[in-house]
Each structure stands twice: as C-alpha cells, then as structure tokens.
C-alpha cells in the first residue's frame, strides 16, 4: 500500500465512524457544538498517532499473551499525559469534554489500530494511519457537531446565525442518535454511487 | 429514602446508555438478539458493580493518601483488565453455553467505557439526589449507584433487542438497513426516556 493511500483511508474507506462504527460514545456525547467535535477529534487524534508510534517500535518483543494489556497501558499513559497537557493549556475544553477526555482509553479505534496496523507495521506507516483515521474521525465529528449545532442552537461556531432557541432536542441525547442515524443514511447513499 | 432516589436516578432519569452515551459499541453490536442482550447485561452488570468497589477503595486508600490521582485512569483500567479476565475464567467454567454466546463481546468489557466510566465518574463527581446538597458518594452510595447504573443499562439494551428483532421482520429501505435504522430508533426510545426527568 502506498503512503498516500494509507493516510487517506481513514476519510472514506476506513471512516471510522460511518464505516467501521468505532468510538461511538465520544461521537455521540461530545459533539453538541462543532468546536467541541473538533477538540474531541484532535485529543483522539493526539492519542492515536502517538500510541501507533510506540505500539509499532515495541511489538516485535512484546510476547503474544500479554499483548493487550501491554498496549492498554501505553494508550493509557498517553491519555495521561494528554490529560496534563489540556489542563494546562486549553482548560476550557478540558472541562467541556469532562470524562470522556480519560475515555480515549477505552475508545475502540486507538485499541483497534494498534492491533490491526501498528503492531504489523513500520514505525512511519503507523504514524502516517494513526494521522489519517484520526483526522477522519475529526472530520466526522466535526460533520455531526454542525448539524446539532446548527439545529439545535441556530449557531456555527458560535456563530449565531438566526435569532431564536432552535430546536433543543438535537443538542440533547435523542438528537445526537437521529443525526449520526441520518447522516449514516447519507453516507451510504452516497458513497454507494461511487 | 436516599438509596432508593439513587436507583431511580440511574436507571431512569440518567440512564447509562440512553442519556450519558457510555457503553454504545457493544450496544450497537449484541442487540441483535434477545438471548445475548441479556447475556451482555448480566456480565456488563457483575463487572460494573464489582470494579467500581476495588477502584473505590484503590482510590480511597491508595491513590488520594500517596497525592496520585493522575494515576486513576491507567490504574483503574488495569484493575477492570484483571476483573474481566477473571470473569471469563469463572463463566467457562459455569456456563459454557454463555461463554459460546457472548463469544468476543466478553473480553470487550475491558474497552466498554461503562464500566471505566462509572468507575471514574463515583470518584471524581459531586451527585445530587431529590434536591439534597451535592456530595461526593460513599462506600455504599456508589455501589448502588454502580449496580443501579448497570441495571439501567440491561434495561435500554434487552428493551431494544426486543424492538431490533422487530425490526427485522420489515422491510427497510435500503440506506437504513443495519445499523442506520438502529440508531433511529435507539433516538426515538431516548425521547421516551426523557420522560422521566425531572421525577427524581
């Protein structure tokens, strides 16, 4: 597989959220504005590239039995310092994302990647598709934070774009399954044509 | 009294699944069938409730005394690992014809973030019950909480494989089909539960 194709993989073929159906909690939880879609997507992001670095130097020595749990602490330790990181520098969306920061631990795609590509792959292959699935989960996220916020609270970005309150429930939990429903309904749709 | 707004609280009003989003990829994943649903749920249920005492006490005891918090979520995802392993081990034994059942949904609890987030959640929030004042949860608070949390998430999860293999029997228009029509119709039953808020 060529470079480039490893790293845009992550934005159709492999998406991870309308295809492969992977962390699906953040995605539905975080993102009742586009912002806090984006600086999900991006802590994802930080997480993956990271984790697939080092899981892909470490898994030739690492033996099979204790494999997961191995990778689980490595992910672990990166969410910690992650953890540090936003509290320090961005602590506004530390607390807007609230639990779901320590989650990345358990979010499915940084575990599925490092068992399906990083511990089969070079180092510089593992970081390029933690790169491209990361930022194709930011893109999705950020997809899924416009429509809510659009219709649940009239705004882009804060942006306030008609006067009013919106439609609430699309910011409340039901809001977050119609939308990804939808949208994953539109994705099919259009990514079948191709 | 208190004990009693606390399940309530959790199952209902805050369910695990239908209004904090915890735990969705194995919802999405054995929902299909009624008879893993409630498999799912019993194993989810014994894990939840059992990991949120040991990280309880771990953090009580050990992590607060000795200033290392920031070690929470590497420590409590390991003790979940072990607990979870030992699950597996003592299910093979009872109940093989469950263990053939949940097949690779048992070692998936591990990264079901049900489980890492209650356990996080009872030590790290304030809670509120029936208007009383916000307080941090004791021993036996949060493992009701935890225990009532899961059973909430048996209810969502048996209430929606029952409405799944419903599903099946119509005929979907095609984009829908699978996981699409899933989601719509996880939204609809989470407006139903909003329902309830505000009785507790």
């Known amino acids: 597989m060529s470079k480039l194709s490893i790293f845009t993989k992550g934005f159709l073929k492999e998406n991870p959220t309308f295809v492969l159906l992977l962390g699906l909690c953040p995605t539905l939880a975080t993102t009742t504005t586009a912002l806090n879609g984006v600086g999900m997507g991006l802590a994802t992001l930080f997480v993956l590239v990271l984790s697939n670095i080092v899981i892909s130097a470490i898994a030739p020595v690492v033996p099979d039995k204790v494999h997961i749990p191995v990778y689980i602490v490595v992910i672990a330790t990166f969410v910690t310092i992650l953890q540090f990181l936003m509290q320090a520098y961005t602590p506004g969306m530390y607390k807007s994302l609230g639990l779901f920061i320590p989650l990345i631990v358990v979010n499915c795609i940084v575990l599925g990647r490092a068992e399906a590509f990083a511990s089969k792959n070079g180092i510089l292959d593992s970081a390029l598709d933690g790169l491209g699935i990361g930022l194709g989960f930011t893109v999705s996220l950020m997809v899924l934070g416009l429509v809510r916020e659009l219709l649940g609270s009239g705004s882009v970005f804060g942006w306030k774009l008609f006067s009013g309150d919106g439609i609430l429930v699309f910011v409340m939990a039901p809001g977050a399954f119609l939308v990804l429903g939808y949208l994953m309904v539109l994705f099919n749709k259009l990514a079948k044509k191709e | ?200």
């Open chain 2, 1 to 200: 009294m208190e004990f009693l707004l606390i399940i309530i609280s959790a199952i209902f009003v805050n369910n695990i699944m239908l209004a904090q989003f915890l735990g969705t990829c194995p919802f999405i994943g054995v929902s299909g069938r009624l008879s893993t649903a409630t498999g799912m749920s019993g194993a989810v249920c014994f894990v939840i409730t059992l990991s949120t005492l040991v990280t309880y006490l771990i953090n009580k005891y050990l992590l607060v005394p000795f200033g290392l918090t920031f070690l929470q979520t590497i420590a409590f995802i390991l003790v979940i690992a072990a607990l979870v392993q030992m699950v597996e081990i003592v299910l093979k034994k009872i109940s093989p014809s469950l263990y053939q059942a949940l097949g690779i949904f048992l070692p998936l609890i591990t990264t079901n973030c049900a489980v890492l987030g209650v356990a996080l959640n009872v030590v790290t929030k304030e809670f509120t019950f029936g208007g009383g004042p916000a307080h941090m949860l004791g021993l036996g608070e949060a493992v009701v909480y935890a225990f009532a949390t899961s059973l909430g998430y048996g209810l969502a999860m048996v209430l929606f494989a029952g409405l799944r293999e419903h599903l099946d029997l119509n005929d979907v228009p095609k984009p829908f089909r699978g996981v699409p029509i899933a989601l719509v119709t996880v939204g609809i039953l989470a407006m139903a539960f909003m329902g309830f808020s505000g009785i507790v």
